[in-house]
């Protein structure tokens, strides 16, 4: 088993400006940019620290919003294409279907590829309803802007002979001859986050890594199932290998249980902060269709989701804001405690859900500080890394 660090680079001292929204429209006035230069440098050196102990790294973007200060997640890629050595480097994500210019995107992706000699994961993704005010994008039908965005960068990515043209339906350019060309051929590995049944089966019949962010036990495995009935639909030959299954869940971890439950807490912050926006930018008309709104109304009271938690057994605990540490533990969101518990915690929530290759960590979510983060990164990498790539190998021997 792989694992990634991640962190979404928060701006925390801005959290309190507006219980109420967070994203979109928060005034920048609330962000003091020698602290946020402060706190690039701090993630960074942690993601090289990361590096150090043997973890793979991953980030992310978000706009306009004190809950991720990374705006390209491509510009935090190539710093550290540079100044680390030996990590894979996952940008999931890249919000392909609201970028006006994929030509550029293939183009840096490719740079970023020959810098790092070879160890870039593109990660390709729909992006989060809030993200389309920041764009000047209308969610109608990002899907077909994401897939003509995605055989765009994939063919600019894999023709070597010379220019070509392309007049789609939503982008147009006369001559495509990316220099350079990617390290990886014929393009580095694709990666996408999925969240509904929708898009599991086009992550499928191209054999790409699906990642599914923090959504527990039953909605997880269901996910990791469908993928498994559309790879064997698409006639790929045996069964799907582990690595093209990643979970995203937070890691609390400590030499006691208790330090391990206070880092809990802090980290426990990105889940209380990242969904803080008003409801016109939760679901702008067109991102979900009119049955998924009407199901969100039938089922919450309003037209987007509330995340709830839930246990293996199916026990509802409630909405995540109202849950404890331990509840969050119960339903998968979080893997808290000494290195054993969270070892213990992680490969049976892995086996529970039938396998995946790729751990992707938030040891640094919430105001959890620099001393913490940095322990933490530590104590997991020598006490609890090695053991889950043994325990990776030998399920991916017997998955073969």
């Given at each position: 088993m792989r694992v990634w660090h991640f962190s979404e680079e928060p701006y925390p001292a801005a959290w309190s400006a507006n219980p109420d929204n967070l994203r979109v429209s928060l005034p920048n006035s609330n962000i003091d940019p020698v602290k946020a230069a402060d706190l690039y440098h701090r993630y960074l050196d942690e993601w090289l620290l990361a590096d150090d102990l043997g973890f793979d790294i991953f980030a992310n973007e978000h706009h306009s919003t004190p809950t991720c200060m990374t705006a390209s997640v491509n510009l935090i890629l190539a710093i550290l294409a540079r100044q680390t050595r030996k990590a894979r480097l996952l940008g999931l994500g890249l919000p392909i279907g609201i970028r006006t210019d994929p030509l550029r995107v293939a183009e840096e992706l490719a740079m970023i590829d020959v810098i790092s000699r070879g160890r870039l994961e593109m990660g390709f993704i729909k992006g989060v309803p809030y993200e389309f005010s920041a764009a000047n994008r209308s969610p109608v039908r990002i899907m077909d802007r994401?897939?003509?965005?995605?055989?765009?960068?994939?063919?600019?990515?894999?023709?070597?002979?010379?220019?070509?043209?392309?007049?789609?339906?939503?982008?147009?350019?006369?001559?495509?001859?990316?220099?350079p060309r990617p390290w990886q051929q014929p393009h580095p590995p694709v990666w996408s986050s999925v969240g509904s049944?929708?898009?599991?089966?086009?992550?499928?019949?191209?054999?790409?890594?699906?990642?599914?962010?923090?959504?527990?036990?039953?909605?997880?495995?269901?996910?990791?199932?469908?993928?498994?009935?559309?790879?064997?639909?698409?006639?790929?030959?045996?069964?799907v290998p582990l690595d093209r299954f990643a979970y995203l869940g937070m890691v609390a971890i400590a030499s006691t249980q208790a330090e391990a439950e206070r880092?809990?807490?802090?980290?426990?912050?990105?889940?209380?902060?990242?969904?803080?926006?008003?409801?016109?930018?939760?679901?702008?008309?067109?991102?979900?269709?009119?049955?998924?709104s009407a199901r969100l109304i039938k089922m919450f009271g309003k037209p987007h989701p509330t995340m709830t938690v839930t246990t293996r057994d199916g026990q509802k605990l409630g909405p995540v804001a109202q849950c404890s540490i331990a509840d969050m533990v119960a339903g998968g969101l979080m893997f808290c405690g000494t290195p054993d518990q969270v070892y213990e915690q992680i490969v049976t929530f892995a086996d529970a859900v039938g396998g995946f290759g790729n751990l992707l960590m938030m040891g640094q979510g919430g105001r959890l500080g620099h001393e913490d983060?940095?322990?933490?990164?530590?104590?997991?990498?020598?006490?609890?890394?090695?053991?889950?790539?043994?325990?990776?190998?030998?399920?991916?021997?017997?998955?073969?």
């Open positions: 994401f897939w003509e965005a995605h055989d765009l960068i994939i063919k600019a990515m894999s023709t070597h002979d010379g220019a070509f043209s392309w007049e789609g339906e939503y982008f147009h350019y006369r001559s495509v001859n990316i220099w049944m929708h898009n599991v089966r086009n992550m499928a019949i191209r054999g790409y890594t699906m990642a599914t962010f923090i959504n527990g036990w039953q909605k997880s495995r269901d996910l990791f199932t469908e993928y498994r009935k559309h790879w064997a639909l698409a006639g790929h030959a045996g069964p880092r809990g807490q802090l980290v426990r912050g990105y889940l209380e902060t990242n969904a803080t926006a008003y409801d016109q930018h939760k679901n702008p008309p067109g991102f979900w269709s009119a049955g998924d983060t940095e322990d933490s990164l530590k104590l997991f990498g020598r006490e609890v890394l090695p053991r889950l790539k043994a325990y990776g190998a030998q399920k991916a021997l017997e998955a073969a």
